[in-house]
């Protein structure tokens, strides 16, 4: 199986990535040691950011081999291609960008940035498995 010139390139991004999520998880460390003070609502969500970040950038450089095995063209590829990197960006940005702030217990209007990468990740598996299922 050979990828794509376009599918190897968006791979060769999501993996570098992969630095920001290592520094995330050094932060985490630092949380979990009470360094950084933080309310429960707010760890919850330095969590799930965390963790969305490490499981959707593996999805996405899954997606990303099955994407070229599709025979989906124009907008539906695009959509199949970058569906799940987007996602992984957008998703735990949300859960960061919603929590910030000194005190919070609860998610800031920026929450909206997590649901955009919701559709986006839905988008994604939508477009690429209808795309395998029809190749």
């Known amino acids: ?6 599918s190897r390139m968006i791979a060769g991004v999501v993996l570098l990535t992969i630095v920001t999520i290592q520094v995330g998880g050094w932060f ?3 949380i979990a040691r009470g360094a ?12 799930a950011g965390h ?4 499981v959707l950038v593996i999805l996405s450089l899954v997606g990303l ?33 919603s929590s910030a702030g000194r005190n919070a217990t609860g998610p800031n209007r920026l929450v909206w940035v997590l649901w955009i990468g919701a559709l986006s990740l839905a988008a994604g598996v939508i477009s690429l498995g209808v795309g395998l299922l029809i190749a």
């Open 1 to 6: 199986m050979a990828l794509s010139t376009e």
């Open 28 to 30: 985490m460390t630092r």
């Open 36 to 47: 950084v003070p933080m309310t429960d609502f707010q760890r919850s969500f330095a969590r």
């Open 51 to 54: 963790g969305h970040a490490g």
């Open 65 to 97: 081999l099955y994407v070229d095995a599709t025979s989906l063209t124009g907008a539906l590829l695009w959509i199949a291609r970058l569906g799940l990197p987007v996602a992984a960006i957008l998703m735990p940005a949300g859960f960061f960008a």
